[in-house]
């Protein structure tokens, strides 16, 4: 009788078509902040933002300053969420850097065309006036 039971559940949730995903909203990464000369730049505003498909919805925004020896860590944090078996059912999550610092030009990558996300980053940062982040939809 339990077999059964069992067998019950399982199919109900099998047809529900919901199951369960362990997911990483944020990956464990550092990203490193020179200037011209290859000199680590102090205090930066290093920003891992997360977006998701199908939407391309932003997430959420995590903010570090740049350490003594220019690097900015981030921490990984996953959860586990319900996803549904159909056309835009499940959130598949990306990241994007943006890098912030008076006196030198913004770096934001999702302004340039980027194949793959890269948890350990060097970025150079060239002389200029700082923009703002883009905030929203990617």
Excluded at 9 to 36: F, H, W
Excluded at 37 to 49: Q, S
Excluded at 109 to 120: G, H, L
């Amino acid at each position: 009788m339990r077999a059964r039971s069992a067998f019950v559940i399982l199919c109900a949730v099998m047809l529900s078509g919901c199951y369960p995903a362990y997911k990483t909203l944020r990956p464990e990464a550092s990203l490193t902040v020179n200037d011209q000369n290859r000199r680590p730049l102090v205090g930066a505003r290093v920003t891992l933002v997360t977006n998701f498909y199908p939407h391309r919805f932003e997430q959420s925004r995590d903010t570090v300053m740049s350490d003594s020896i220019g690097v900015a860590r981030f921490s990984e944090r996953k959860k586990w969420e319900t996803e549904v078996m159909m056309i835009h059912g499940a959130k598949i999550y990306f990241w994007n850097w943006c890098v912030e610092l008076p006196g030198y030009q913004t770096f934001d990558s999702r302004r340039i065309p980027v194949t793959k996300f890269e948890a350990t980053t060097v970025v150079t940062l060239s002389p200029g006036e700082p923009t703002p982040c883009q905030s929203g939809r990617r």
